[in-house]
């Protein structure tokens, strides 16, 4: 049991390019997230899913791009990358997306820098 | 607006010794999750603790417990006979029922001192 795994764990990219953070899960958890982590402003929510198929934005969804086609899997998108995107990447899940009880467990993070 | 409010940015605290790590809530909703997680220097998130808004006793899990003031919107974290290794940033986090959204502090950075 991996629980939730994220490649790659650092990256840097150009101002422009465009690149796919990867994320999956083996715990058949319904809600998985991406959250992006900057000093000083602790965690902050970019997209969701609370199923395949079922995709939402969070608190700072621009510049990024989700889809959810398995339950498995929950792909970031950096369409064009700029510096403000330089930071620690996290991916989440949980068992569903409804009760305050679930629990969200994250993965090793993926450290991005934007030249 | 719902929010987690960490006020310590950095604490210290002598090895061996027990340590409480301040963290205040604002939501009218009256079912919620309080969670706290640690980050050491390594970068992963590692869960600790969960308190519900109903439950009436405060959680412990091992030398961890969570001081639930329900009254007072706090939910700080008391670490028992500190050791080397809980050296790390700590944060956070709400979870309302219905809602797909946790919402995180800004974290604590605890030193634990030989």
């Known amino acids: 049991n991996a629980g939730v795994t994220q490649t790659p764990k650092f990256q840097v990219l150009k101002t422009g390019q465009s690149m796919t953070l990867q994320c999956a899960q083996d715990m058949n958890h319904e809600y998985m997230s991406w959250y992006r982590q900057d000093p000083g402003m602790g965690l902050r929510l970019i997209h969701y899913?609370?199923?395949?198929?079922?995709?939402d934005q969070g608190e700072v969804p621009n510049g990024y791009n989700v889809s959810r086609s398995t339950t498995e899997d929950f792909p970031l998108r950096l369409l064009s990358a700029a510096p403000s995107q330089t930071s620690v990447y996290f991916c989440?899940?949980?068992?569903?997306?409804?009760?305050?009880?679930?629990?969200?467990?994250f993965g090793p993070g993926t450290r991005l820098t934007v030249l | 607006a719902q929010k987690i409010t960490q006020t310590q940015p950095g604490m210290f605290v002598q090895e061996k010794e027990a340590v409480t790590l301040d963290c205040t809530y604002d939501?009218?909703?009256?079912?919620?999750?309080l969670f706290w997680y640690k980050q050491p220097s390594s970068g992963e998130m590692i869960f600790l603790i969960y308190q519900g808004s109903y439950d009436q006793q405060n959680a412990t899990e091992g030398r961890y417990s969570l001081n639930f003031q329900k009254a007072r919107k706090s939910a700080n974290l008391v670490i028992s006979a500190s050791q080397l290794g809980d050296s790390a940033m700590y944060f956070c986090a709400m979870r309302l029922t219905g809602t797909y959204k946790y919402i995180f502090g800004t974290g604590t950075r605890l030193k634990v001192l030989a």
């Open positions: 939501t009218s909703d009256p079912s919620y999750g």
């Open positions: 989440a899940s949980s068992y569903s997306g409804v009760q305050s009880t679930d629990t969200q467990y």
């Open positions: 899913s609370v199923g395949a198929g079922i995709t």
